[in-house]
């Protein structure tokens, strides 16, 4: 009996769980990061339906999740992670990347790298379709795509991810192209440079050092803007104020198809390659990892056949060999005898997988990516893309 408090175990802002104390002590406000309801001039229920359908919740990735990736890995730790952990260390000409592509082979872990970026500190993520934003009524989908950034402002540090932007960002200049896709294109151009110019509209620390216009003291003059202290106070900080930072994060398969107008925006462009023979080998540990499988199962052997396999065609391979074992245990089965097998706990979990059903798993995936479409990507890295 007596007090019962709720005490909040947490993490780098994020509530973990929670217990009951007895004989709490009254609990100070948490320092959790909550955000004020946005009250913009957008239309309330084009902000409804940004929260509901964009905003992602629960994400759950880390970059331990994705194997190997190491170069783009570290690129987006620079423009999302970094930025928010010391934003005092991104000012002036050194601001973090306002936009990241990632291009490459279709399965090749892209929107994976997205999520862990930004799971990695609990920013917004912003999960943006072609659905999300295309609108039957005219001016309707520009609306929405403003809201949408306003509202990645107002949550910031957020992370903005158009997945697959060629469908919704092509070339301008396509025969055929619709005088809306245009709009809307034009409308994501000007709200990305919204986004790059934010951090630059700060007052730079050489500028608080100059002289200051007669009668400038806090709340007079000109230098207060006539509005009294608090003003005042908030211009002083203001010179040192750091925004949240906002960040364009695209992924797409056809970089080619991409507006020029696009590209500049996007200053990063970093290719996601398919994974090589260490990062095979990992992906093979990690798909046997929580599975019987039997001691001749090599992932040394099965990352040396499978060249040219892309992330999702070696998950593909893993799940089809073990799927194996469950069909000889079925086999020549009836429905009632695998109850009743179930029932004496005889199927508790499937037989070991073996070195031959991962071989005969191999032998039906075939390779998703075309050596020619390897090559387009080379080639356009060559042209457009940055090294890290």
């Known amino acids: 009996r007596g007090n019962v408090g709720l005490l909040a175990c947490q993490s780098k802002c994020m509530v973990r769980s929670w217990q009951l104390r007895p004989n709490a002590e009254p609990v100070a406000e948490r320092p959790l990061r909550r955000h004020q309801p946005y009250h ?26 994705v194997a190997a990736l190491e170069a783009p890995k570290r690129l987006l730790r620079e423009a999302v992670v970094l930025p928010m952990l010391v ?20 399965g090749t872990g892209k929107t994976l790298l997205a999520k862990a970026a930004a799971g990695m500190h609990g920013a917004t993520f912003f999960n943006v379709s072609t659905a999300g934003l295309v609108s039957k009524y005219r001016g309707e989908s520009e609306k929405l795509l403003r809201c949408l950034f306003n509202l990645a402002r107002h949550r910031a540090p957020a992370v903005v991810f158009l997945d697959e932007i060629d469908a919704l960002v092509s070339h301008r200049r396509a025969e055929g192209e619709h005088e809306a896709s245009r709009r809307l294109k034009t409308e994501l151009f ?32 000109p230098a207060g803007g006539g509005g009294g202290g608090e003003e005042g106070d908030d211009e002083e900080e203001g010179a040192t104020h750091i925004p949240p930072p906002v960040t364009v994060l695209a992924t797409t398969n056809c970089p080619w198809d991409l507006d020029e ?3 500049r925006r996007l200053e990063k462009r970093v290719l996601v390659p398919l994974p090589d023979r260490q990062a095979r080998r990992k992906l093979f540990e ?38 194996a074992p469950v069909r000889r245990l079925v086999a020549d089965k009836t429905p009632q005898q695998l109850q009743e097998m179930k029932a004496n706990g005889q199927i508790a979990e499937p037989p070991p997988v073996c070195m031959a059903d991962f071989d005969a798993a191999i032998a039906n995936t075939r390779p998703s990516v075309a050596s020619t479409d390897l090559k387009k990507f080379d080639d356009w890295n060559k042209l457009f893309g940055s090294t890290i």
């Open 40 to 65: 913009g001039n957008d239309d309330p229920a084009l902000i409804a339906q940004v929260e509901r359908d964009v905003i992602e919740r629960g994400l759950g990735v880390t970059f331990a999740d």
């Open 87 to 106: 934003p005092e260390l991104f000012t002036g000409i050194r601001e973090p990347w306002a936009g990241v592509l990632l291009f490459g082979p279709p």
């Open 190 to 221: 000007v709200q990305m440079d919204g986004v790059a110019s934010r951090r630059r509209r700060v007052a730079p620390a050489a500028a608080a050092q100059g002289p200051r216009p007669s009668g400038g003291e806090k709340g007079e003059g």
């Open 261 to 263: 107008a696009l590209l």
């Open 286 to 323: 990690l798909g046997v990892a929580q599975t019987p499988a039997a001691a001749d199962v090599d992932p040394d052997v099965l990352a040396e056949a499978t060249p040219g396999y892309s992330g999702a065609d070696i998950a593909l391979v893993c799940r089809d060999a073990l799927m």
